[in-house]
């Protein structure tokens, strides 16, 4: 059976996290100056890891604190820049207050996590230069849904997405994230205050048996879009059962079906932006979630005015 849906739209905020060792925290700049963990910024609390200029590979502690195997390197971030303002006091000075920062000459601040799990990551950078509202920082992950962004300005009072941080998506298969601030070359100033890594959805396991029986999501298009999208899946055997849904980047549901009796093969589903009321949704990332008996699957949804 191929099945053609027309969905209606919703608007909301982020997927449940189900590995928690995956997801860390990191600030880079006074190592003796790092968040509390009860501190979450514009995303997730736990353990912060007090990272400097980075030298070699430093293993990361999991948001209960954890050592794991997970670890970090980089370069052409060469020094740590402090600066007092005024306006900011308590986690929100240890975290902005300091940055690492390179000159791009030629290389921008380049920063690795490795031995990561394979899948769907969001990866909130942090970007404000401590003494200089007017200096903005461009940010990008390698081979994430979204391009460079810029960050910064003068601190707003609390975390301002666009001016204190920025959040990228991307899909990892090779157990690694890579994030930079800067642009090669450019022989401009830019760094970052800090990160944070969360995995949304883990990839299936390559060879296994589970893995060759979880539905995949093979492409969204268009995607950014303002209108229609259509989503393109695929199931590899007979489903009694698969469960869509459409959460925002904060894990909350804003719409939901469930489908019965599905033939293998490649199905295709269009949703035009709208939550269930007929409202069109703002402008953000959702997910696409697709949940049966062998597992979830999930892909980005950009909505774009």
Known sequence: MRLSLALTGI?????????????FNVDFGNLSDAPAASYGAAGQTGYWNAI???????????????????????????????FDNPGTSGDDDALVDDMLIGFSDPLDVCLWIDNLENGLYE???????????????????????????????????????????????VEITNNEIAFHAGELGASVQ???NGVQVRLLSPAATPGSDLGSLIPRIDAVRPNPASGLQTVL???????AAVRLEIVDPAGRRVWSR????????????????????????????????????????????????
């Open 11 to 23: 608007s909301l905020v982020a997927l449940a996290v189900p590995v928690a060792a995956q997801n």
């Open 52 to 82: 400097g200029v980075p030298s070699g590979r430093i293993p990361l502690r999991d948001l209960d604190g954890v050592l794991t195997t997970v670890d970090i390197r980089g370069v052409g971030g060469t020094q740590i820049l402090e």
């Open 123 to 169: 990866v909130t950078s942090y970007a404000l230069t401590p003494d200089d509202g007017g200096l903005l920082s461009r940010v990008r992950v390698d081979f994430a849904h979204e391009g460079p962004i810029y960050i910064g300005g003068d601190w707003p009072g609390a975390h301002e997405n666009g001016v204190t941080y920025t959040r990228h998506y």
């Open 190 to 192: 830019a760094g970052l």
């Open 233 to 239: 899946f695929s199931l590899p055997q007979v489903m």
């Open 258 to 305: 469930e489908l019965h009796d599905l033939d293998a093969g490649l199905t295709s589903v269009d949703w035009d932006g709208r939550d269930e009321t007929g409202r069109r949704v703002p402008a953000a990332v959702y997910f696409f979630r697709m949940q049966s008996e062998s597992g979830t699957v999930s892909r980005p949804l950009i909505r774009t005015r």
